[in-house]
């Protein structure tokens, strides 16, 4: 065991992990950060917390992250490479890490343009591959990314987002190698909808032997509604949602249409444990966390084990 | 100022619109005196420069007449022109002298009366829409 | 080539104000090419503006020139004897050629006419776009020739990001995906290795990060 | 030998065809040639093609060879006997003409010296013998020859119009392939559906098939040929497709490159025949993607 | 003889007429390089154009087209004119004729007389000719500005000697004692144009009325009453009353189709598109609430597009057309109406009540063309008009003498001037080969005036007295005096001729000018004949600017005097400042090649081609066919029944034995560039395809058109339905016996005059008549008949139509909405057709139903050739022309010209006469030898340019290049001149010569003067 992760303890134990996300607030209000949180108490193995989620200002993830440490939830600290350089991003991880936290995720980040502040900077002083890198070197190495060495370095238990679905389709998996290669110890996916697609993702990512070196957890969001379905399939870079989803639910009658999304979640879960190198799920139930425990329930993930 | 008698200028591709001109002429089909021909080879040839300086000087209305589109004998020397007259229309928008100033018309050489068509209708316009303010402004500034 | 578009008048209006005569200078470099600030964009300027006034009632004298080039100061020398006929310098080169002339003429209010775009390449007649960030460490050898500092939304340097979307950027559809375009080019060149290699975080020091550049050749010095 | 090492590849290999000029005014030649540097793999030389008399293939190829490309050389057996023949492959040897082809040549009459004697001495596949024989160090005679010439062969497989005469090309292909035929030059493709039912039948020869790309100039092109060259059938959609373009040229064009992608996954590769308008190979080239 | 009379005698011409078709022959033949004689036995030159106030179907006036030609370019062409002359003897052989010349006294000295019309107002008994006015028997009116020679005559048949005239005269012009003369020139060929009369109604007024009634004139006699320059003074007014008329009735055919004498029995050809002409015109222009009516018997609208001419009168501007046999015209005392009656179609009679009628009288030979014809020892037909044959169209009984024009019975202006080329080219055949015309050498060197201040010469010139009219030209030559730069003010007196001109040039000299303005025209038709009179001053070309107050002030501004006047005025400021900053402009000439591409081996190409060998020009014909000779193989006799198929197979033959053209079938034209004089086509030929570039100085399009290929009336689902041409087959076996000739039903107009293809056959008629009459040749028995829309046969086709109807054959007409139908029915093959006198449907089995269809334009290959050639198609598929009017046969495109049915449907003898023509005006453009190009180009000045490439991406014809030196280079002599690279250049580095920037904005400069 390389960290104190959570996380990592049951990935390692051979458990099929659940994650859950939390967004902080856009604003100081501690508790709307524990209400959310309070839901996956005891039901997920770590919970995400967004670094400035849709290039919109919030609450910064490592002091959320600290709220969610003190309830005995065990955060999933994200860092994108949009806002900060990376002097600032090692201060924070430095920081982050004498405060507790121990698992991370590292992000490049949506583009100021999407957010509130579309003129920011944008400053992307290294990538989000590099800074998986940067966080091995610290953690590893105990460097830091100037080459300076670090006294008493930090142990983070490192993750890295994919998408199986962006485009240029052959370069998925390549990049995937790559994140891996700078230092991942686990993957997050971009929430899954082609299930046909995702196999054949996961089909060669274990072929090349990735998922030996790395735990791959799947993304799944429930769908609320038709609307969300066609959204997500129309509007969304880099997402496929299948014209069959978007039929189910935007067929279903108005008001089943959260549990037919919900179905279907618990359909592709029960499905996704059966993909091989798949190790656990990572539920963003947006704006629904109140919810992900009946999901969790439903896909038979409940009680969490304990390591 | 009812007195008003616009000045006009009109840059006339000599395939076309000069011809029509001319046509307008030997039919004798009268259109108002307001209106004075600069000769082309192509309004392709009219420069965004001319139609400022016209203007400049004291020109109330600029007038390009080119070749129908698709009709240019150098392929799209028309449409071009028709283009720069957008811009400096939208260029007098922004000084606020008026980008109804500027027009593109379209004619083929035996439209004498097209040209006299035109000739009456955009003098008409340019009477309703008054003198080029520069005129006014300069009359101001030289008192 | 450095690229440039004219200022709206109204700034230049607000620059032109305290003054009645003023010397329009042109540049017969990028700018003339970009159409910016040539010949041709002076005389276009220079009608606009004095009407603008005029029909204000206020006459502006504006002389137009338009030098080969405002960043060398032999150049700018030219207009050395005349300078003093005039309130002020309204500069329609680049940002280069305005400091170039400000710096020359200190004594005299020097405005710019443009605002100095990006270092890009003429896609077509009509159409430039950004391809040079100028960061002083170029990378083009691994990427097939396409800059990811320039091109990538997110300048990022191991890509392309979740976003990319049939070909184009998530930013928006009318920009080309500078990954896609990266790896088509070595699928092409049958250099699809590069990919796999890491690029290393960038030392920004070659880029303006690293404060103002100036490149010295000593053997050229006199 | 370029193109032999070309063939052996398996690539897809471009050639252009350039015809000699009737005259001594070489330059334009020279001029479309410099345009092709580094971008065919090779240059056809036809020998008098349709008996319209021209400046001579060979001499072609060696000012072709002068401007860095590679030429393949045809050898027609209508103008010239045994000696004649074997005594011009000793010469193009020598000049550096490796690749040669063997045709039998059209009838006279097709052309512009009518009362000329055609020969007809040796056959095309008698041709590659003799041709493959002296790469062994012997002539038609049998004499030995001093030095041994190696050539890169190729023959045509002549046009058909029906099943049975495509039958008998195969047959007549084959023998050439037999006699030493590295190479086999198809006609002119129109319909690459139909050509890909050809090229099935024609997997057994075992060796690349190039197949033609002849430019159309017009619409009045298009039907010249339906109407007068066997096996062609240019279809009425491809006639109205040139016929509504704005710019009929580059359409023609365009068409001629869109054949040219269609051939890589069939054959073995493209001979690009402009009849005349050489200055447009480059345009091909570029509109095909090679 | 001496030496170089005898070379005078091989290179000239004599022109008998000095209509349009006599002008446009002695045009073309002058510009070829020859000498050319041109009489006219009338005071003036013109023939009956300068009588017309405009001309079909253009509505144009045509004579300021023609006109400007007559002094072409400046160069001094050398035609002499000769009014009031005759030809008295002919005698000689071709190559080499003696003609002698009998010349009236005018009583007035040519150079003296400035046609002030004094004269005229004080001959008591008129007899100063020069009278406008509805006497169409005037020779000439004031309409007619451009009359050569500008000047009155006297005559003496009325001439009492009082003397008042020359006491009036001011400039001393007028001697009542000169005495006719009489010369004999030499020449090498004849032209005969002597045109034709009016037919006069006078003797007929017993059933028209006319002369009785004031209110019924003749349709010249209305032309002048809707002229603004008319007795009326453009009133739109009739005689009798000065009432505006509201309705109006056009009689049709009087004096033609009518064996009754006085009456012609041919038909007059042009009088229906002429009483169209004037509906039209009336209705636009006068009141568009007119009633006019067209009462006519068969409208005969044939020239190209005439048809849709016809349509559009008839069906969008309102004009009503009768079908009936007007006969008689009375007048209602009371109401003073004039009542029409006719026999309609029906039968019945009918009476229509009018304001006035218009008699669309036809032509008849000139009185004394018996006289002439025995002078020139040529033959005339039996209507007395020159005599030709259908193979040689313009070619009469006598070697070495052509005819063309009215002269060959009537014809619309277009075939006059189409067969007026022809007669040239054709008379050019029996002179020596031609020589070059004037070369830049000959003028004298030009002046550097670069350095020099502005000496700006501002000549006034008002032709026609239009523009003082309109424009107080007094006042602007005045103030014009005070333009900055301005040295000389004049005001120029220029005719026709050369005399306006050489006082420009003498006045250049003589005040030392070195920029000249001449105000008064408009630089599209005069500003190339102004150039090169500056040139001829030693002034370079571009030193002129025209000034347009012409049609640009007074003839736009004419109610507004004041207004015209002061845009006058800015106009010569313009153009005053436009010329202060012209730069000479040099231009360079290329040698022409002497030789000709002609493009389709059909008759008309052949024709060309063979003309064009015989005066020494290298001729390429290509043919797509793989043999010679085009559709005319397919056709047996000639509309006159002469035996045709040895014809065709002659001129084949001719064509491939002439060592001058070399013959290429089985060829298609692929490619095309070059400009005139040097061409450049690649041709390909047979399945080689092989590929040859052909150089040429001139080329000509023949191709043709194809045979219309009936869908209609069972056409293919029965072998007894033919097609004419494959009647003819059937005839041409001879076999009278064939049951299938014993009846014939023949449809006319399938596949033409309907939606699809709303233009008229134009020889389906004639055609029809001529198998018709060969059928009744064979079995007399045999029954024809004839299912027609409008019988359209001219002239003396019209005989023909009369003798077959006189031979049994029937005519029975039917219209548009009600056509006839072909079925079978149990005895055969059947055809049922409404009959209108018995007002009901007829059915009948004939042998044979025989389909008159058309030529029509084979649009594939036309789209093609105009894309390659870079020309336009009509509406309906054929080529257009550059001017439909008067410039038939030549295309927009200089150096192209086309000739046959590639233009529109086209018999033998017209593609003959087409072929010549086309040959004609190929000579006057291979005559040049050398041909200026234009220095008025893009010109870069290289240490502007910032090598943008901009000119290089927007260059319509990719000149401009970066040269190695890093700047954009155009070559002079492949930019058009377009100027849309100056426009664009971003560093103004490029300038067009003759509109730099400088120019034009100095012009707007000079126009908006003093307005801030």
Known sequence: MKTTSNLEKVLAAGHFAATGEVGPPRGTDAEAVRKKAGHLVGKVDAVNITDNQTAMVRMSSWAASLIVKQMGLEPNYQMVCRDRNRLAMQSDILGAYALGLNTMLCLSGDHPRFGDHPMAANVHDIDSIQLVAMVRQMCDAGLFQGGAEISNPPKMFIGAAANPFGDPQELRVLRLAKKIAAGADFVQTQCIYDMKRFKEYMHQAHDMGLTEKCYILAGVTPLKSGGMAKYMANKVPGMTVPDEIVKRIAGAPKEAQAEEGIKLCIEQIAEMKEIPGVAGIHLMAIEWEHRAPEILERAGLLPRPQV | MSDFEPIIVAFACEYCAYTAADMAGSLGMSYPPNVKIIRVPCTGKVDTLHLMRALQKGADGVLVAGCYLGDCHYKNGNLRAQQRVGYVSRLLEEIGVGGERVMMTFMSAGQGNVFAQVANEFTEKIRNLGPNPVKLGAGKAAA | MITAVRKPLEEIMGFAAPYSRVLLLGCNECVTVCYAGGRKEVGILASALSMAFLKEGKKLDIVEQTLERQCDPEYVEEIAQTIDQYDAVFSMACGCGVQTVAGRYKDKPVFPMVNTMFMGASERQGVWAERCAGCGECVLGRTGGICPVARCSKRIFNGPCGGSTKGKCEIDPGVDCAWQLIWDRLKALGRTDLYSEIMPAKDWRSAKDGGPRRIVREDLLS | MAWADKLKSNEFAVVAEMETPKGVDISDFVAAARQLKGRVDAVLIPDMSFAVMRLGALSGAVVLKQQGLEPIVQFSCRDRNRLALQADLLGAQVLGVTSVMAVAGEPVAMGDHLDAKPVYDLTPASFLEAAAGMAKGLDLAGQELKGKPKFCLGARIEPWADDAELAQRLTEAKAAVAKGASFLVAPAVFDLEAFGEFMKQAKGLGVPVIAG??????VGMARYLNQNLPGVAISEATIRRIRSASDRTAECVKIAAETIKGLKPLCGGALIITAGWEDRLPEILDASGL | MSESEGNARKNSVLVVGGGIAGIKSALDLAEAGRRVYLVDKKPALGGFLPLLDRQFPTNDCNICYVTPDIAKAGAPLDIQSLPLTKVTGLSGEPGDFSATLATEPRCIVLDKCNACGACLEVCPESAVRFTPGLDHKSPTCLRYPQATPTAFSIDLTKCTRCGKCVEACEPGAIDLDMAASQQTVGVGAVI????????????????????????????LEFEQIMSSAGPTGGQFMRPSDGRRPQRIGWIQCVGSRSTKPPAKPYCSSICCMFAMKEAVWAKEHYAQDLDATVFYMDMRPMGKDYELYYQRVKNDLGVNFVRCRPHTVGRDDVTG???????????????????????????????????????????LDPYAFVAAADFDPVATSRPGVYACGMALGPRDIPDSLVQAAAAACLASQDLEPGGALMSEDSLPPERDTRDEDAHIGVFFADWSGRVSQAVDLKKVMAASANLPGVSHVQELVISGGQAGLDELVEAIKAKNLNRVVVAGYSPRTHGRLFAETVRRAGLNRNMVELANIRDQSAMVH?????????????LVRMAVAGVTLAQPIYSHSQPVEQSALVVGGGVAGMTAALALAEQGVKVTLVERAKQLGGLALKLKRTLDGQPLVQQVQDLVAKVQAEEGVRVITDALVVDHEGQAGAFRTGVQSGPSMYYQKVEHGVTILATGARQYQPTEYDYGKSDRVLTQLELEDLLAQGDASDPRLDSVVMIQCVGSRNKQNPTCGRICCQNAVKNALWIKDLNPEAQVIVLYRDMRTPYRAEDAYRQARERGVLFVRFSEDDPPSVGQDQDGLMVSFTDKVLGRRLTYNPGTIVLSTPQVADDEAMEELCEIFRLQQTDTGFLLEENIKVRPGDTPAPGLFAAGSILAPKSIAEARTQ??????????????????????????????????????????????????????????????????????????????????????LGRTDALLEGVL
């Open chain 5, 337 to 379: 109406d004039l009542l029409l009656e006719y026999a309609s179609e029906d039968g019945s009679s009918q009476i229509a009540r009018l304001d006035l009628i218009v008699l669309a009288t036809g032509f008849c030979a000139p009185n004394d063309a018996k006289e002439q014809a025995k002078a020139l020892g040529i033959e």
């Open chain 5, 192 to 219: 005969v144009a002597s045109g034709a009369e009016l037919f006069d109604p006078t003797p007929m007024q017993e059933w028209y009325g006319y002369g009785k009634f004031p209110d019924v004139v003749t349709s």
């Open chain 4, 213 to 218: 790309v002849l430019l159309l100039k017009s």
């Open chain 5, 915 to 1000: 072929g010549l023509a086309a040959a004609g005006r190929a000579l006057t453009l291979l005559a040049q030898h050398s041909l200026t190009v234009s220095g008025g180009v893009a010109k870069v000045v290289a240490e502007r340019c910032a090598a943008c490439l901009v000119c290089v991406r927007a260059c319509p014809v990719n000149v401009p290049f970066i040269n190695a030196d890093g700047y954009s280079q155009i070559d002079p002599a492949k930019c058009l001149g377009c100027g849309i690279c100056a426009a664009e250049c971003p560093a103004k580095a490029i300038q067009l010569m003759g509109y730099t920037d400088d120019q034009i």
């Open chain 5, 558 to 570: 004419s109610g507004d005097p004041v207004h015209a006047t002061s845009k006058a005025l800015d």
